[in-house]
């Protein structure tokens, strides 16, 4: 186990898993307070589409998922926003049709298009350096963003039309909680795939709730379960020879079980 | 004389093709008690939304405090209808209060220095926050968390975050629904003594506890029937159907006393 961290693709997934639990586990904080749980599904379902599109045209997968994802998210939000009574019909729809454009696409796509399961379930000990410089600059942006605005933040998630009487942008806040939640997906899949990752964002946070009393430190706490999760998941798919994206999301269920089994015993004592 | 708080002149309001309100007219004076009572879908929370504008009429005039309604929210103390409360929200009552904070406290908390600490609240608005909370007899529980409190607390919670910026009237959606009737009569109690210092609009759907302590009931049904029990007169409001509404008021009324 030690001699593997000599290895550079093994320090690149222990720093990933680290960079990406802690924008996951903080992002995954503001999506389940805000109910955006299945908005977020949507959006990391249809960033396929950017998928298919880097195949088809060879540009950059970075890029191309971060946009589609993006544009998904201004999508959802307006809809989510203007239309809400049928939100639920339209995420399906966006949901489906991403994964359909990317799955067409692909075929559309001559030659060997690498292994594209990686991308349903991610594929950690492939992470890049540029990756890792991407993941850096995601997590900056979303701990600037929850700090300086955290007052903001507080107020739309618990009553935004209270917080839209009291002059706050709510529609834009609601907004950008979306699109940084779309970039979260976007460098998550490399660690648990677009499949995985919403029990990522909401195993650790539905613990961290539980056990906190302030927004603040439930996206510390959140953080902190999704980082030991990640990490436990990543030394036993190494040990076992497991799919490393499964792995954390087996364990993260696992965490959660105990911690429903101390809760239950705590409340009979 | 005291001064017009609230001024509603021939307000007409539709969802697309179905009317919502239909010829309202009516005001409320400074230190007045009004309840708003009337069936579910008579227009009772569109009245409220229009008053904060978060509506627009379609044709009448509302005016709050003699200003257009976004204009007055700053004087404006608002409690909301809670129906889908999140009691597991990680949120302390002193959180809650701090949203209602002022303007100008609003606008020191987003100064630079603040800016880096944002998650500490000043002594200036703790101290502000407290007092508020005594004013409801909640400051015992200024660090609790929100959904650990019941009904009736987070009921007086909301009320404190809307007297924090001590405003000249407070509208209040609902704010017993859920409520068992002893926490409502509590809740109606301190807004009676609330209402020796601002003007008290609330809206119910309680005939039975807000005749005891408004001086002014507001029946709406699409339209409006205002009946003064200052000075026991009863008019109609409505030009195009009053007469309904003043048989649909009397009834009620009727039932009350018996």
Not at chain 2, 188 to 208: C, G, M, P, Q
């Amino acid at each position: 186990m030690i001699e593997a961290l000599s290895y550079d693709f093994v320090q690149n997934a222990l720093i990933a898993g680290v960079l990406v639990s802690i924008s996951i586990g903080i992002i995954g904080a503001l999506v389940v307070v805000n109910r955006m749980v299945f908005l977020a599904g949507g959006i990391a379902h249809s960033s396929y589409g950017g998928i298919g599109l880097a195949i088809y045209f060879g540009i950059p997968m970075a890029l191309s998922t971060s946009l589609f994802a993006v544009a998904s998210a201004l999508l959802i939000s307006w809809l989510s926003i203007y239309h809400k009574n049928r939100i639920d019909s339209f995420i399906g729809l966006i949901w489906a049709v991403g994964m359909a454009i990317g799955i067409v696409l692909v075929d559309l796509s001559p030659g060997y298009h690498g292994d594209l399961m990686s991308y349903l379930f991610g594929s950690i000990m492939a992470v890049s350096h540029s990756d890792i410089w991407i993941m850096t600059i995601l997590l900056i942006t979303i701990l600037l963003f929850v700090h300086i605005f955290y007052r903001e933040i507080l107020a739309i998630s618990y009553d935004s039309e209270y917080a839209s009487l009291r002059g706050i942008k709510s529609h834009l806040f609601y907004t950008l909680i979306l699109v940084l939640s779309a970039l979260s997906v976007v460098v998550a899949i490399k660690v648990v795939g677009l499949i995985l990752v919403i029990a990522m964002m909401t195993i650790p946070t539905f613990i961290a709730e539980k056990l906190s009393k302030s927004l603040y430190m439930m996206m510390i706490l959140s953080a902190l379960f999704a980082f030991v999760f990640t990490m436990l998941g990543l030394i036993l798919s190494y040990i076992f020879d497991l799919t490393s994206g499964a792995t954390i999301i087996l364990t993260s269920a696992f965490g959660m079980g105990v911690y429903g089994v101390i809760s239950y015993i705590k409340s009979r004592i | 004389m005291s001064s017009k708080v609230i001024e509603i002149n021939n307000v007409n309001f539709s969802y697309g093709k179905q009317k919502a309100l239909l010829n309202i007219t009516f005001d409320v004076k400074e230190h007045q008690f009004t309840a708003v009572i009337g069936p579910n879908g008579g227009g009772k929370s569109t009245l409220v939304k229009l008053m904060l504008g978060l509506l627009e009429p379609n044709s009448g005039s509302v005016k709050i405090l003699n200003m257009q309604p976004k204009n007055a929210r700053e004087f404006v103390g608002y409690v909301p209808q809670y129906i889908d409360v999140n009691l597991d929200f990680p949120i302390t009552v002193l959180d809650v209060v701090m949203m209602g904070n002022k303007k100008e406290h609003l606008k020191e908390s987003i100064s630079i220095f603040k800016r880096l600490f944002p998650i500490k609240y000043s002594d200036i608005e703790i101290k502000c926050a407290y007092s508020t909370l005594q004013k409801v007899g909640m400051q015992d529980y200024i660090d609790r968390k929100i959904g650990d409190l019941s009904g009736g607390q987070r009921q007086r919670v909301m009320i404190a975050r809307a007297l924090c910026s001590h405003p000249k009237l407070l509208i209040l959606d609902e704010p017993t629904s859920n409520i068992d009737p002893q926490g409502q009569k509590e809740i109606f109690e301190l807004l009676k003594e609330l209402n020796r210092d601002l003007t008290i609009f609330v809206v119910s759907h309680d005939l039975a506890v807000v005749s005891e302590y408004a001086q002014k009931i507001i029946y709406i049904n699409r339209e409006a029937f205002v009946h003064d029990l200052g000075n026991d007169t009863l008019g109609a409001t409505s030009k195009s159907n009053g007469h309904f509404c003043q048989v649909e008021m009397m009834q009620m009324l009727k039932g009350l006393k018996r």
